[in-house]
């Protein structure tokens, strides 16, 4: 969904403007992939949900976030994990650039010359160890400040949430409707809420508490992250 559009055109300068170009010229479609392939199969669908609900619910329990949201989101910017990116050795389901822990693996991206003529260009995306890591980082970034429309705590529904989010985290002014629509679609809502067996599954999945990046990362990731502090100390 995120097309980098002609954002250095945006009227507000400033601080905030800056961080929405830096936000989302930091995520991007791969080539190839069709806003409309989250639809190519409700049991593909159904599959990945059943792969990544869980741990969604989890991290976005402990990130004042809506995983119905978290989890829509992930179906439609990764076709459902069936995205080149999202696949396994890489596992991107957001399309955020950049590296993790190191890792990063260079893919063909959709851009935008600003008027609205599309083309490709290679650009490094984030290659993460498992869908957990991915949910993970994507739940640091809603994080940070520029996002904090579509938190809990400052909304009322999700739909306030994937309201917040069109413009913002996607320049598509239809972003909330899709979103919304398959949130009510798949049910989703159902991971809004923490169950007993979703905190079970959600500790099988392996995460734990990074406080170097003040999320859930692997214990591999941990102990990269524990490695490069000490190392920084000597």
Avoid: C
């Amino acid at each position: 969904m995120k097309r980098t559009q002609n954002v250095l055109v945006l009227a507000a300068v400033g601080l905030t403007a800056l961080a929405l170009v830096n936000s989302i010229a930091n995520r991007s479609f791969t080539a190839g992939a069709n806003e409309s392939q989250y639809q190519s199969g409700t049991n593909q669908t159904e599959v990945f949900i059943s792969q990544v609900g869980e741990t969604a619910r989890q991290i976005a329990q402990n990130n004042d976030l809506y995983a119905s949201v978290m989890i829509a989101q992930a179906i439609l910017e990764s076709s459902s994990g069936g995205s080149g990116l999202a696949a396994a050795p890489h596992y991107n389901l957001f399309g955020i650039k950049g590296q993790y822990a190191g890792q990063s693996v260079t893919m063909s991206t959709w851009e935008d010359d600003g008027s609205g003529n599309a083309y490709t260009i290679n650009a490094v995306f984030r290659s993460y160890p498992s869908y957990a890591e991915s949910l993970a980082d994507y739940a640091s970034l809603i994080r940070q400040p520029l996002y904090s429309g579509a938190w809990r705590s400052n909304t009322n529904s999700y739909q306030d949430a994937t309201a917040a989010l069109t413009g913002l985290y996607a320049t598509d002014t239809n972003y909330n409707t899709k979103l919304n629509s398959l949130i009510q679609q798949y049910n989703l809502t159902q991971y809004d809420t923490i169950s007993a067996q979703g905190l079970e599954n959600a500790t099988v999945s392996g995460l734990v508490y990074n406080t170097y990046r003040g999320s859930y990362t692997s214990q591999e990731v941990l102990d990269i992250d524990i490695a490069w502090a000490n190392r920084t100390r000597q």
